[in-house]
């Protein structure tokens, strides 16, 4: 079972530049999650999608973008990258908000 | 302060050892209480979840919960070098809350 699917799993990116981080579940799961991960800080929520067509601000959306066409895909788009976005981002999913969450592997940014 | 808090470690044992691992929180609304397992350039794999006060048992692991100390507890039993990860503490005010809080993680060592 593949679960959560994140691509790349590693980038190193210019400041300035754009770029999509992906993200697709097969578990038919409602709910989906962008996390990044940083040493000493946890992991901290970037945005969020109860359902479908819906997208949420999380804790620390500044810079980032997320879009929910379908279920099963839930792209995260840094369009101008800064060093301080340098970063493990973590995708998950739920069956619904209310459950508990379940995770990718990751996708190591680093900006340069 | 942080709304969790927990000891980055590294926590050091010999195999076969029993494990505390613990978490202490300050928004009383939490009520639903998760444990993540994170090995090294991996997602956080969940463990164990519970809701609201008691304990929970799963195999070598347990967990506690203390809401009138705001206080949550894992305990591994028979300590393993496989157990070696970091441990995440997470936790929501469940009821249509989409965003878990998480505590930064304890690096455990089980030495063989």
């Known amino acids: 079972t593949a679960g959560i699917t994140q691509a790349p799993t590693s980038q190193i990116l210019a400041a300035g530049r754009s770029m999509t981080l992906r993200c697709t579940q097969d578990?038919?799961?409602?709910?989906m999650y962008w996390y990044r991960q940083d040493l000493g800080l946890g992991l901290r929520l970037i945005h969020y999608s109860n359902t479908a067509g819906t997208t949420g601000k999380g804790e620390v959306p500044d810079g980032y973008s997320v879009s929910r066409a379908n279920t099963d895909d839930f792209p995260l788009t840094l369009a101008s990258a800064v060093p301080s976005q340098t970063s493990v981002y973590f995708c998950a999913s739920s069956p619904d908000s209310n459950q508990p969450q379940h995770f990718g592997d990751g996708t190591r940014l680093s900006i340069l | 302060q942080k709304e969790v808090e927990q000891d980055p470690g590294p926590l050091s044992v010999p195999e076969g050892a029993i494990v505390s691992l613990n978490c202490t929180y300050s928004n009383s609304a939490f009520q639903y209480f998760m444990w993540y397992r994170q090995y090294s350039r991996k997602g956080p794999e969940l463990l164990m979840y519970?809701?609201?006060?008691g304990n929970k048992e799963d195999g070598r692991f347990t967990a506690q919960v203390d809401k009138s100390s705001k206080y949550i507890s894992l305990f591994i039993r028979d300590s393993q070098p496989s157990d070696s990860a970091t441990y995440l503490c997470a936790m929501s005010a469940g009821t249509g809350r989409r965003a878990l809080t998480f505590g930064s993680g304890t690096r455990l060592q089980v030495q063989p």
């Open positions: 578990m038919r799961h409602n709910a």
């Open positions: 519970t809701y609201s006060s």
